[in-house]
């Protein structure tokens, strides 16, 4: 299933997301290290259309569209409007704040969760969301 990125305006995150991993490979393996988790993100858009892209930051360091590489699972799913994962990675938003007020919802390892921010952070100097 291909997505328009055009219908999730905030998905063009994802690929400076993907840029920074292969960027520097000292970073894509510290990030592995560190968060040790594939990430899902179900995004819903304003016309109420959900689309999937995956973080793999157990194998790989990678970004890929679906709920996961294939033959793996995700170990956090987060669930989230297009516009407030744009806020959540251009940094005007943090994840805390959107779970609190129930704009992002969280399945499986939470604790994996927190390990996300800092790969958000450092693609947000590229993001034009």
């Known amino acids: 299933m291909s997505v328009k990125k055009d219908s999730h305006p905030s998905s063009a995150a994802f690929d400076v997301i993907n840029q920074t991993l292969q960027a520097n490979e000292a970073d894509r393996k510290n990030a592995i290290g560190q968060a040790k ?18 973080l793999d930051l157990k194998n790989k360091g990678e970004v890929g ?7 793996d699972k995700a170990d956090v799913t987060l669930t989230l ?4 994962f744009a806020q959540l990675v251009s940094g005007k938003a943090n ?3 959107l779970f609190m007020g129930g704009k992002l919802k969280i ?10 921010e800092p790969i958000l952070k450092k693609a ?6």
């Open 81 to 84: 409007s297009d516009e407030d």
């Open 95 to 97: 994840a805390q704040r």
């Open 65 to 71: 569209q679906g709920a996961a590489p294939s033959g």
């Open 37 to 54: 988790a594939i990430f899902s993100f179900n995004l819903k858009n304003s016309s109420g259309e959900e689309a999937a892209w995956y």
């Open 107 to 116: 399945k499986g390892n939470i604790m994996k969760a927190t390990k996300m």
């Open 124 to 129: 947000q100097g590229g993001a034009k969301l």
